[in-house]
């Protein structure tokens, strides 16, 4: 029985929601981007208007503006966005219980099954379109196709708005003539690596022999020989069967440079309170935390260290971090940049080695306090109860940001 995959990608999705949230946006270029002040003024999302002016992801908001004069700024709202990516796939969970995320805004979906080919799913892919647009005034794209590769780029092909169709007799005429770079698997690195051989589209990708891509790309390119040529089998993954998170981390560019050791513990120690609360809510203990420190040049350098024993204490956490930043920084410059991640995580019910029962007693005590802190901080806010060195002069003015950004951004 062939598979009927769709892959539906919500069109310019933070800048979309902006024109829902406010509707006077609509007809106007519009950008997304980060605080001026907190040295986040870059470009996440924009809308088509403002794409048709040459406005890209990551340029500064001051480049976009001389792009396009009249572009609107939006501020970010994530708990919009979070909002609005659990209405959609709500929508989806009705149609099927395969559905697998890729970001906040694009998922796969199995839609096949006994009388589904793929006119049938073409047609279940509408209905959706639809559906998204009525309920939610947001625009999809749909990719149709007999496995995900195909399907995803299936939705890249027509924008906005739109679904198109991959079957499996036609592929090689839709698809063989696009740049190489519409394969899902091949970025700049290997577009490059490719282009040395003049390998530019799909086609000529899919023509290669398989121990030449072997001998020049490894793996790696035996798996982009096959996805050319429509050998993909990789499952949807359905939304009860999601694998394990195998980390937590939040950084933050600070207002202003951070001067002092006080300075960076007292970001740490604010950053790593979401990870702890994260850690609970997961039943998850860290065995290892990373730091990332960029200073004031824009260098940036990364340390890591083994939590023994593991730990969802955001203090404990946050101790390690700071000892090892400690250790290992030099402070020849200022600190402009942190971030901390809870790594190497393991299940809260996995038995831990006791070393010192005294340690171990006071580590449990810790533990079962923030568990409380954490049920305060969700039933009153995240503000409700926080540490007295966060709150003691802190002119950092610090805004947490979760490291695996949706996909939105782009």
Known sequence: MERVILHCDLNNFYASCECVRDPSLRDKPVAVCGSKEERHGIVLAKNGIAKAFGVATGETIWQAQQKCPDLVIAPTHFDLYVKYSAMVKKIYADYTDAVESYGMDEVWMDVGGWGIDIKKGEKIANEIRCRVKRETELTISVGVS??????????????????????????????????????????RATKRELDKYGINTIGKLAAMPEDFMKRHFGKCGVQLLKYANGQDSSPVQKSDNVPQQKSFGHGTTTAKDLTTPDDVWRVMLELVQSIGSSLISCKQRASGVSISIKDNTLVTKQWQRKLDPPTQSAYMIARAAFELFEKEYSWARDVRSVTVTAIDLVSEDVPMQITLLEDHDAEQKREKLEKCVDKIRKRFGDTAIMPATILKNNDTNISPVKLLLPTGMV
Do not use: C
């Open 146 to 187: 007999f496995n995900k590769i195909f399907a995803k780029l299936g939705s890249d092909m027509k924008k906005p708005d739109a679904v198109t169709v991959i079957p499996r007799d036609t592929f090689r005429e839709k698809i063989w003539n696009l740049p190489a770079s519409d394969l899902l698997g091949v970025g």
